[in-house]
């Protein structure tokens, strides 16, 4: 079975898949680091842009803290 990768994720889905750290501090990253969309009351974030960032993060040492 093939499934869809979404353009967007949610804070949820970032600390599920990418981050395990606390919700706060992936919301204080991304809002340093990313354009992010509020829908609603939640942040959601390109998933092209945080793989982007992330892979680029490894090499420049972007600090999660």
Excluded: C
Aim: charged share 30%; net charge positive.
């Amino acid at each position: 079975m093939i499934t869809a990768k979404r353009k967007y994720l949610s804070i949820n889905d970032i600390q599920e898949e990418y981050l395990p750290i606390s919700k706060k501090k992936i919301r204080e990253f991304v809002k340093d680091h990313l354009s992010i969309r509020l829908i609603g009351n939640r942040i959601y974030v390109e998933r092209e842009a945080l793989e982007t960032l992330l892979s680029n993060g490894k090499s420049q040492h972007v600090s999660l803290d």
